[in-house]
């Protein structure tokens, strides 16, 4: 079992920046990729981001390519979203999530194990 904590979430301007941060605990850390998922009110959960186990590798949804990005300590385990230059459309429940899965196949929601309970996104126009 891990258990995934997120925080940061917070009401924020357009052009503004935000880090979240998800706090695990459990099992190791490191043999979990991480991503973070989001989901809107009325939509599906969709992919954010991903980071492998050490953080070799990471992956990002289009839509947040170059002004996110993720990263994770695994001495603290912990895992982070930097969100800079915030559009409205970005406003959603961020959502953390393990898996020992595929990296190739962290893009997709359903190849992870753990998930944690939310932080609301809110960024106004």
């Known amino acids: 079992q891990v258990q995934l904590v997120e925080s940061g979430g917070r009401l924020v301007q357009a052009g503004g920046s935000l880090r979240l941060s998800c706090a695990a605990s459990?099992?190791?850390?490191?043999?979990?990729?991480m991503g973070w998922f989001r989901q809107a009110p009325g939509k599906e959960r969709e992919f954010v981001a991903t980071i492998s186990r050490f953080g070799t590798n990471t992956d990002y949804a289009d839509s947040v390519k170059g002004r996110f990005t993720i990263s994770r300590d695994n001495a603290k385990n912990t895992v982070a979203l930097q969100m800079n230059s915030l559009k409205p459309e970005d406003t959603a429940v961020y959502y953390c999530?393990?898996?020992?899965?595929?990296?190739?196949?962290?893009?997709?929601?359903?190849?992870?194990?753990?998930w944690g309970q939310g932080t609301q996104v809110t960024v106004s126009s």
């Open positions: 999530s393990a898996t020992t899965g595929l990296f190739s196949r962290t893009r997709e929601r359903r190849e992870y194990d753990y």
């Open positions: 459990g099992r190791t850390f490191s043999n979990y990729h």
